[in-house]
């Protein structure tokens, strides 16, 4: 384990980290008393588990009623009289739910709408996530309160949370988490939102490993190759590139470090990366095999039957593959399930090992793709790779990856320790040990912006049937101009201000009250995108920054326009935006008597 230093804090505190799961979810806490040494714990028991204390994790399911009444949730869904009941009551199931959150930039064409069941009527994806949540919430109170005494009492207002999310969740995902916190009453206002941490599975899961695993015995013995670095790359020749792949079930997250380890401090050195490709589409396309296989069978095609053997694949078949050149088995009903012609006898289907290694196949190649991508953007070489997450757990795709990383003088590494733990308790570690002292930017940031018309500039004379009138002066302006902010691949501290001046005009003191600037995000291929017009597919409207500029506006005095002989009104002022923490952050600046001021700004996503 890392070294810690005991808790300096004035007061008491409780760390509650959420692990919101395509599969399976869990909680993680700690508990922060002054001149005590944190110790990150699990919350190991939940209703109606098998494994009472065994398992840190529920599986992501819940039942609602046709009123869209909450009725069973996690290991409770999976009880027999509830699954009987659900059926003569006919609830709704879902699963895989949080796929229908998922970013719409990531590609998708593989999953199809009977993929994911259907929300309940009237629900939405953000009101079934705070349902979840609730739930979450009230069992890690219950398992705190029952095995730490007066504890809870002491802190339940003193409460730090901290969720992780996919590396390709943006702040429009961002924003549904914290609109989905209120609504499961774990915060009670707007106000308490600072009391709520978001961060990336990938750095969550680089904590868990850092945590548990550097300071291991396994560790110490994983070569650490710094051969290849040149004695001039300053600072850089003890340090260790590492990727951390966070294979979950829906999502495949990798995240590149630099790991310094005397002192001991990480540095992300390329784009964070995430593929829809977890192991939940390893399952689904076995479903696909499964209908095709058994199409012919009048008995072994029904959809109850294929979904009964898609389940226990899920659960045990994906699991043990580990030699294509051997026989896999869905175990799935008694001795007198019998049909040769179907390779189906004493209650279990055949599959050969090559069969169901090919369903591995996309989600492996997308790891490798996504890895290439990051190795080719790291600023140091890539020797060491961190395996966690649950689908970690299938030793066919460790081996495969191993295969593949090997012959590149890369040490893969599954650490010993229960690699599903690995976002929870690294969320945990993220708050108390807050390792990442700065982030890569993961597409390039700017604003639109209108510039006076050039006619010696061909891009203008190229663009002169846009001109503009501007109101109040009568000058040309030219629109569509994209300004960069921050552009893809670098790296940002946390403290680092990243900030861009702009001039506003209006026709009255009124409408100098506020200020609006939408933040224009380019995923193309252009290394400093000029125009909107040029790439239009590339450019988003990532958010828009809404600033309270009523303290500027007091400052301000009428200009007159030569032209139209009518008043305007015309400031200055800076758009700050801070890249470098785990959400983004925003101000708007300008002089007063040559003394900067600062007001602090919104940021709203669009949904």
């Not at 059926?87 to 199809?112: P, T």
């Amino acid at each position: 384990m890392l070294p810690r230093e005991s808790y300096e804090g004035p007061t008491r505190k409780l760390v509650l980290a959420f692990d919101v799961g395509t599969t399976f979810s869990g909680v993680s806490y700690c508990m922060l008393d002054p001149g005590e040494v944190p110790v990150i714990r699990g919350v190991a028991r939940y209703p109606a588990q098998e494994h009472v204390g065994g398992d840190s994790k529920i599986p992501s399911i819940l039942y609602y009623d046709l009123q869209g009444n909450v009725r069973a949730v996690g290991a409770e869904a999976l009880q027999e009289h509830i699954i009987e009941q659900a059926e003569v009551e006919e609830w709704v199931k879902l699963a895989w739910w949080k796929l229908h959150l998922r970013a719409k930039h990531l590609a998708s064409s593989h999953i199809r709408d009977g993929d994911i069941e259907p929300l309940p009527q009237g629900k939405s994806a953000v009101e079934v996530l705070a349902d979840f949540m609730r739930y979450l919430f009230q069992c890690a109170r219950t398992y705190i309160q029952e095995s730490h005494l007066d504890f809870w009492r002491s802190i339940k207002n003193s409460i730090e949370f901290v969720f992780t999310h996919p590396n390709g969740w943006e702040g429009q995902q961002q924003q549904q988490i914290r609109r989905a916190i209120e609504l499961a009453g774990l915060i009670s206002s707007k106000e308490e939102q600072s009391h709520v941490h978001l961060l990336t599975e990938g750095e969550a899961s680089l904590h868990f490993c850092v945590t548990n695993v550097i300071a291991s015995d396994r560790f110490s013995q994983t070569p650490i190759d710094v051969s290849s670095y040149s004695d001039d790359e300053e600072d850089q020749s003890d340090n260790q590139g590492v990727v951390v792949i966070d294979a979950g079930g829906g999502t495949i997250d990798l995240s590149a470090y630099s790991i310094k380890l005397s002192p001991t401090s990480f540095e992300e050195i390329a784009p964070a990366e995430c593929c829809l490709q977890g192991s939940v589409f390893v399952t689904s396309r076995a479903r696909t095999l499964l209908q095709k296989k058994l199409s012919g069978s009048e008995h072994y095609s029904n959809p109850k039957i294929i979904a009964q053997m898609a389940e226990i694949f899920d659960n045990s078949t994906k699991l043990r593959l580990r030699k294509p050149d051997e026989p896999s088995y869905i175990r799935f009903g008694t001795i007198c399930d019998k049909n040769p012609k179907y390779n189906i006898r004493s209650g279990q289907l055949k599959l050969a090992g090559q069969e169901v290694a090919h369903l591995f196949e996309p989600s492996i190649e997308a790891i490798i793709e996504a890895f290439e991508q990051q190795r080719r953007a790291a600023s140091i070489p890539i020797n060491l790779v961190w395996l966690v997450g649950g689908f970690a757990a299938s030793d066919w795709l460790f081996v495969r990856l191993q295969g593949y990383f090997l012959p590149l003088g890369i040490s893969l590494c599954r650490p010993d320790a229960h690699a599903n733990k690995a976002a929870a308790d690294g969320a945990v570690s993220f708050y108390i040990d807050h390792l990442v002292s700065s982030r890569v930017a993961r597409v390039t940031y700017g604003v639109e912006y209108r510039t006076r018309y050039n006619f010696l500039d061909p891009e203008h004379l190229a663009r002169q049937h846009k001109c503009v009138i501007g109101s109040g002066n009568g000058k040309k302006y030219l629109y569509e101009r994209f300004k960069s902010i921050l552009l893809k691949g670098t790296q940002v501290s946390e403290q680092r201000e990243f900030r861009k001046p702009f001039t506003a005009t209006r026709k009255s003191l009124a409408a100098c009250k506020s200020h609006s600037t939408d933040i224009i995000c380019y995923k193309g291929a252009l290394q400093e995108p000029r125009w909107l017009d040029t790439e239009p597919s590339s450019f988003t409207t990532l958010c828009t920054i809404h600033a309270d500029l009523q303290e500027l506006s007091r400052t301000l005095r009428p200009k007159r326009s030569a032209s139209y002989q009518s008043e305007y009104y015309e400031f200055d002022f800076d758009v700050i935006i801070l890249f470098g923490h785990t959400e983004l952050k925003a101000q708007i600046s300008w002089k007063e008597k040559g003394v900067e001021m600062r007001s602090s700004a919104s940021i709203i996503y669009d949904e």
